[in-house]
């Protein structure tokens, strides 16, 4: 969420005469229990959110208490691969940035590693079935082998400087490619394929350039995340702390085909094997719930967690 939004959101509840009646925290939603650690602030439960039915399995953000706030998801085999930027301010959304893996089945992290210095946001977080990771930060895309990286010690890392138009907002997983993303507050964005082979190619400190691109498609504004399905069709997550949406698009055309619902502060997207989509909010990440006038607007709701697209509404 930008400072703009942060400050337009408090503004609002103020001019309301909201912010000192809101009640503090979200009523209980049901469902199975929440997997992993519970963070040391916040309620004991979640609230109900939009298109609950569609949501299966949850999971506890992990690196909470350490002031680490989700931003990329991406899934490896039975692992959820999260990346985080740590900021004990809400009105600061960059910091050290670490990607983190938790077990799906478990909820429990199974290890970390931190991105280099350079990394400020890791807005998203990309794998391609070729044995690396690909973690995009706004100027620089970071890419690492995923065989040792969670051994314990530092990975090397290849970082590519991303040329003009080139943003890395947001990343989604391919068939031997990666697309990069461009988040704009209020206006569409661009997302772009590249093939993992130009990647390899690309020599210490050249840039990753649109022409480079195989592929570029317009997206709504606010996306935070992206996703294809096995149908080939592309879901865009857009967001901001007191809201949140899914939409399906044409591939192809960029056309928005469907609008859902979801959880407020939703951002990395990625289909697993058997067709769900796994997301993750930052809603209640704890640089924004720890500032008392912000825990009134927005859920309680840093969890990852599933969905089944064939029972959104």
């Not at 993750?280 to 967690?305: C, K, N, T």
Request: contains cysteine.
């Amino acid at each position: 969420m930008t400072r703009r939004a942060l400050a337009a959101a408090f503004a609002g509840l103020v001019g309301l005469g909201l912010a000192a009646t809101l009640p503090p925290s979200p009523s209980a939603s049901g469902g199975d229990a929440i997997r992993g650690a519970h963070p040391a602030y916040g309620p004991a439960s979640v609230g109900a959110m939009p298109n609950e039915a569609a949501i299966g399995a949850r999971l506890w953000v992990p690196g909470l208490d350490e002031w680490y706030n989700p931003q990329g998801l991406a899934v490896v085999g039975q692992n959820i691969l999260i990346t985080a930027y740590r900021s004990d301010a809400s009105r600061v959304t960059r910091g050290p940035c670490r990607v983190f893996r938790i077990d799906a089945a478990s909820g429990a992290e199974t290890g970390h590693f931190d991105v280099p210095p350079s990394c400020g946001h890791a807005g998203g977080l990309a794998s391609a079935g070729n044995g690396k990771l690909y973690i995009a930060d706004t100027h620089t895309l970071f890419v690492t082998d995923l065989a040792g990286a969670f051994e314990g010690r530092p990975p090397p890392f290849h970082a590519i400087p991303l040329g003009p138009g080139v943003t890395g907002g947001l990343a989604a997983s391919g068939a031997d490619a990666i697309w990069l993303g461009t988040y704009r507050e209020d206006k569409p964005g661009r997302l772009y394929r590249f093939a993992t082979a130009a990647l390899d190619r690309i020599t210490e400190g050249a840039a990753l350039n649109a022409e480079d691109a195989t592929a570029a498609l317009a997206i709504p504004s606010q996306a935070q995340g992206a996703a294809i399905d096995r149908a080939g069709r592309l879901w865009v997550a857009r967001s901001d702390l007191r809201w949140g949406e899914l939409d399906r698009l044409d591939a192809a055309t960029g056309q928005v085909e469907r609008e859902y619902k979801v959880p407020p502060g939703i951002e990395g997207i990625a289909f697993d094997g058997n067709g769900r989509l796994w997301a993750v909010s930052e809603a209640g990440a704890r640089h924004f719930y720890d500032q008392s006038w912000m825990s009134l607007i927005m859920p309680f709701y840093p969890l990852v967690f599933a969905i089944d697209p064939a029972r959104l509404e």
